[in-house]
């Protein structure tokens, strides 16, 4: 059975900060791997779409890599502001898609 | 429309009471999931279709819940006689063409509060 785990469960930086969210799972037999970003109140909206063939993706100051063979996934967040304070949620895609418990982001002005 | 809609956003039900909930995927997509995300933590599947067919269950639990998607209508997700332990957020999402996770749209989901 996959199981998705997150690491940190939360976190605090200050504006301007580099930081990396760290995703892990049990199952390396998987479709892609995505990250999703939550904002209070709302539904999920995807950053970040890694296929299983792919080793990383990037959009703007984000960027995910994947390693299906040691089931790691981590997002990096470059130059980090205040906008980006919200959870993100890592899902893996076999069978079905599976999600982490995320990780709470708080960036300090 | 270009957003999957749910509604209510918000839900009170006494113990024992019945629960609707709507979702309308976006227009053109085929595939419709719930999930169910209980004091913010994991998002648990709990049923797919694919139009009006149901694709995947296995997440549903046997007892008092039940989904359709009906031809010119919202979806719906029922939970009769329901409990404190149903009490969580409801995400209705919507893809155009695959049951994976590729290219799905999140609803802002209802809130359901059972007391």
């Known amino acids: 059975k996959q199981e998705v785990t997150q690491i940190p469960a939360a976190l605090s930086v200050p504006e301007g900060e580099n930081l990396v969210l760290n995703c892990s799972f049990t199952d390396s037999a998987i479709y892609n791997l995505q990250w999703f970003r939550q904002d209070p109140g709302k539904g999920l909206t995807s950053l970040l779409l890694?296929?299983?063939?792919?080793r990383e993706q990037t959009s703007g100051r984000l960027n995910a890599s994947l390693d299906k063979s040691s089931g790691r996934s981590t997002l990096y967040i470059a130059a980090s502001q205040p906008g980006d304070s919200a959870t993100y949620l890592c899902a893996v895609g076999g069978d079905k898609i599976i999600f982490g418990k995320g990780t709470r982001l708080h960036i300090l002005p | 429309g270009e957003e999957v809609a749910q509604t209510p956003k918000h839900l009170v039900r006494g113990e024992g009471q019945k629960a609707k909930l709507y979702c309308a995927p976006i227009?053109?997509?085929?595939?419709v999931f719930w999930y169910q995300q209980v004091l913010k933590n994991e998002f648990k599947f709990l049923i797919s279709f694919q139009n009006e067919n149901v694709f995947d269950e296995t997440g549903m639990p046997k007892e008092r819940f039940s989904a359709k998607c009906l031809p010119n209508s919202p979806c719906s997700l029922e939970i009769q006689a329901t409990k404190l332990e149903d009490s969580a957020v409801y995400f209705c999402a919507s893809s155009p063409q695959s049951a994976t996770n590729e290219n799905l749209f999140f609803g802002s989901g209802t809130q359901l509060s059972v007391l």
């Open positions: 227009k053109g997509h085929s595939y």
């Open positions: 890694i296929q299983s063939s792919q």
